[in-house]
């Protein structure tokens, strides 16, 4: 009697386990959906950016000799033809004296010429002297007129000599450093220090050609971009893309832009570097969140429901990733329904059980 119960109670069990097993198969699984969101959206994408001033030159001498005076200190402002520095002039000054002393003593010499000519001329006329002997006289006003022009020019560059011994500011700008001193000798061509004029700068920023066709090609594009600061500051002033270089680099197959700021405040200064933000707007774009998407062999797929609640997957093609969304430029309609969790459960051809949800998208 014993073992009649016992064997009943445990074929009820191994029943109860079946039934409950059927139970849990019959019953579907209920997987949340979203819709796509349709919306418009700015992307930025950083570049690296080199900072340069809008005018900015070395202060190089013209002739040799010792630096006599400095006028100015590095990192203070000048105003173009301000004189910066002067070298001893002296030996300038007194080749100048012997190039005037040759000039005078040439004009002299020509009016000599042009006296023995006019004598010349007056005797001919009364066929005192012969053609041959005028035009003698007359060759040697010319070979006169030619000496004193010669030592005319000799003059003016002994002139240009001295005013090489005082250099100028080319410009209003800011000098740099200055690496010889007072007493200095310094050789033609030497290198005295820079002058800079950050009244606005030029940042130049490297884009690859598939970017560079994006941006050209843009409707809707925005010439404005924003500098970002070495120390991840932004910086106040809104830059403006002013042109682009006429060829690719062989090497890298990027094109460089130029952009310009405004530096009123003298912050940004020649050489600083920094991040360029390009903004580029996508009119009516479609945002699938990226943790609906899964990838296979480098393709990017998201399981959609239809409206018998049959799910299949669909290969997207996003443009970019902004903020856990892929942007996409078609391929959704505003009410299909995107497995939003729990793809991992799901497969092809599978009827489901869905909830609608909502999720923010970014701002």
């Not at 903004?279 to 409206?307: H, R, T």
């Not at 970019?320 to 939003?340: P, Q, S």
């Amino acid at each position: 009697m014993l073992r009649n119960t016992l064997i009943l109670s445990i074929g009820f069990s191994f029943l109860m386990m079946s039934c409950s097993d059927k139970i849990v198969k019959n019953k579907k699984q209920t997987f949340l959906v979203v819709h796509p969101i349709f919306k418009d959206t700015t992307y930025e994408r950083a570049y690296s950016a080199t900072i340069n001033s809008f005018q900015n030159v070395e202060i190089r001498t013209k002739v040799s000799g010792f630096i006599e005076e400095i006028f100015v200190d590095e990192g203070k402002r000048v105003n173009k033809g301000q004189l910066l520095f002067r070298l001893n002039s002296k030996e300038f000054e007194q080749i100048v004296h012997k190039a005037d002393a040759a000039l005078q003593t040439a004009i002299a010499e020509l009016r000599a010429t042009e006296i023995e000519a006019e004598n010349t001329k007056k005797l001919f006329d009364k066929n005192i002297v012969s053609k041959s002997e005028l035009d003698l006289a007359t060759t040697k006003v010319n070979i006169s007129k030619a000496k004193s022009n010669e030592a005319r020019v000799l003059k003016e560059q002994a002139l240009l000599h001295v005013e090489f011994s005082k250099i100028k500011a080319p410009f209003d700008g800011i000098i740099n450093r200055i690496s010889n001193k007072k007493g200095s000798l310094v050789n033609e061509g030497a290198l005295l220090t820079s002058i800079s004029n950050n009244e606005s700068v030029f940042t130049y920023f490297n884009v690859s050609e598939i970017d560079y066709l994006d941006y050209i090609q843009s409707s809707n594009k925005s010439n404005y971009v924003t500098l970002v600061l070495a120390n991840n500051t932004i910086y106040p002033f809104k830059g403006i893309i002013e042109t682009t270089e006429t060829e690719f680099d062989k090497t890298t197959g990027n094109i460089a832009f130029r952009a310009k700021f405004a530096n009123p405040e003298k912050l940004l200064k020649e050489g600083g570097t920094g991040k360029i933000l390009v903004k580029k707007n996508y009119n009516n774009a479609i945002l699938v969140p990226q943790k609906s998407s899964y990838e296979v062999q480098g393709n990017i797929y998201v399981y959609v429901v239809d409206a018998n609640n049959k799910v299949s997957s669909r290969k997207i093609n996003p443009i970019i990733r902004i903020n856990n969304f892929y942007v996409l430029n078609e391929g959704f309609g505003k009410m299909d329904r995107i497995i939003y969790e729990g793809i991992q459960a799901v497969k092809n051809d599978e009827i489901v059980e869905t909830k609608l949800i909502s999720i923010p998208a970014f701002k």
